[in-house]
């Protein structure tokens, strides 16, 4: 029974984006749109060229913005607020999700690699408010991005959390490698499998029903 697996979990780990809305929500379409943007005024490129350089960021560094850093030392705020900047009238409140969350016994916290403020609209566009104990942006990780593991470790020892007794769900396989070496059990939200991998422990394309099935 797959609640026995997770009976010793007392710190639930959620990631934002894709995995607590479904990813139809399409909100990516907007911020790539912005941050391509952001990429030409800063760098001064063409649109072709900004959207190769964000796509060869992510892939590179983890974010796009890790790569503006890294290699142009973009500052880190103006570009968050800019790409956040997008409309969430579209997601709908889900109270299946919220009660299944609420009742998980622990501490409940989000982590994203997008801000803390724009994880705080996003929960409160899902009916989500209440729900989790804190939101963690890359700003609490000294803007270093998932999936580096020195990104989770600096989150996780804000918060506390013991990850002998913590659980990750991710909707990008990547990032859930590194709480599988940090001995988390792993759970990978998205509507298709991914290629069987050590690191991925669970799949769900559903999340309320997943989170619902360990607490019977």
Same mark, same amino acid.
């Given at each position: 029974?797959?609640? *026995?697996?997770?009976?010793? &979990?007392?710190?639930? &780990? @959620?990631d934002?984006?894709?995995?607590?809305?479904?990813?139809?929500?399409?909100?990516?379409?907007?911020?790539?749109v912005?941050?391509t943007?952001?990429?030409?005024?800063?760098l001064?490129?063409?649109?072709?060229?900004?959207?190769?350089?964000?796509?060869?960021?992510w892939?590179t560094?983890?974010?796009?913005?890790?790569?503006?850093m890294?290699?142009?030392?973009?500052?880190? +705020?103006?570009?968050?607020?800019?790409?956040?900047?997008?409309?969430?009238?579209?997601?709908?409140?889900? +109270?299946?999700?919220?009660?299944?969350? %609420?009742?998980?016994?622990? %501490?409940?916290?989000?982590?994203?690699?997008?801000? +803390?403020?724009y994880?705080?609209?996003?929960?409160?566009? %899902?009916?989500?408010?209440?729900v989790?104990?804190?939101?963690?942006? &890359?700003?609490?990780?000294? @803007?270093?991005? *998932?999936?580096?593991? %020195?990104?989770?470790?600096?989150?996780?020892?804000t918060d506390?959390?013991?990850? *002998?007794? +913590?659980?990750?769900?991710?909707?990008?396989?990547?990032?859930?490698?590194?709480?599988h070496?940090?001995?988390?059990?792993?759970?990978?939200?998205?509507?298709?499998?991914?290629k069987?991998?050590? /690191?991925? /422990? /669970? /799949?769900?394309d559903?999340?309320a029903v997943?989170?619902?099935?360990?607490?019977?």
């Amino acid at each position: 029974m797959i609640a *026995k697996q997770f009976a010793h &979990v007392r710190h639930w &780990v @959620f990631d934002l984006d894709n995995t607590l809305y479904h990813p139809g929500a399409r909100l990516f379409d907007q911020i790539e749109v912005r941050m391509t943007a952001f990429v030409m005024d800063a760098l001064g490129v063409d649109k072709a060229e900004a959207d190769h350089l964000r796509k060869h960021y992510w892939h590179t560094y983890g974010t796009t913005l890790a790569g503006l850093m890294r290699e142009h030392n973009v500052d880190p +705020a103006p570009y968050l607020t800019h790409v956040h900047e997008i409309s969430l009238e579209h997601l709908e409140q889900d +109270a299946p999700l919220a009660a299944a969350i %609420r009742a998980l016994p622990g %501490r409940k916290i989000v982590y994203t690699n997008g801000s +803390a403020p724009y994880g705080e609209r996003v929960i409160a566009a %899902r009916g989500l408010n209440g729900v989790f104990d804190a939101v963690y942006g &890359v700003e609490h990780a000294d @803007f270093h991005p *998932k999936p580096e593991r %020195r990104a989770f470790e600096a989150v996780f020892e804000t918060d506390g959390i013991n990850t *002998k007794t +913590a659980a990750m769900f991710e909707d990008d396989t990547r990032n859930l490698a590194a709480p599988h070496e940090m001995g988390m059990q792993c759970v990978h939200v998205a509507p298709e499998a991914a290629k069987p991998a050590p /690191h991925i /422990h /669970h /799949h769900t394309d559903d999340l309320a029903v997943f989170l619902q099935a360990l607490l019977l």
